[in-house]
C-alpha cells in the first residue's frame, strides 16, 4: 500500500476516499478517529491519510487526486444536507444526494 493524500481534516478525507472509490480505486483511511485522540502527538501524526492498495492504481489515483486539488476551489453546495462538494462530483460525499449540474 501507498499513501497517496494527506488531509487536513476528516471530511476531506472521505472525499477523497468517496472519488477514488467512484473510480474504481481501493483505498484505505488511516487517522479517520484522530479528532478525540490528539494527546502528545505532533498535529501532522494525526491528520487523515489516504492510502491506495493496489500498486497498479497508483498512478490513477494521483491523477485523480491532481485534478481534485484543481478543482476544488469550484463548490457545489448540496441540497440535502448543504455540505459542498467539488464539481466534478455527481452526488453527494456526505449524502448520496444527486448534485445540481455546474457548467
Ligand atoms: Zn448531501
Redesign the pocket.
Known amino acids: 500500500m501507498q499513501r497517496v493524500f494527506i488531509a487536513s481534516g476528516i471530511s476531506e478525507a472521505r472525499l477523497v476516499q468517496q472519488m477514488l472509490e467512484a473510480a474504481g480505486v481501493s483505498v484505505r483511511l488511516f487517522n479517520d478517529h484522530a479528532a478525540g485522540g490528539l494527546g502528545e502527538l505532533p498535529a501532522t501524526e494525526t491528520w487523515p491519510e489516504v492510502w491506495v492498495e493496489r500498486q497498479h492504481q497508483l498512478a490513477y489515483a494521483h491523477s485523480l487526486i491532481r485534478d481534485y486539488e484543481h478543482a476544488s476551489d469550484e463548490t457545489v453546495d448540496?441540497?440535502?444536507?448543504?455540505?459542498s462538494?467539488p464539481v466534478t462530483f455527481e452526488?453527494?460525499?456526505?449524502?448520496?444526494?444527486p448534485?445540481p449540474v455546474v457548467n
Open positions: 448540496c441540497k440535502g444536507c448543504t455540505e462538494n452526488i453527494c460525499w456526505n449524502c448520496q444526494e448534485l
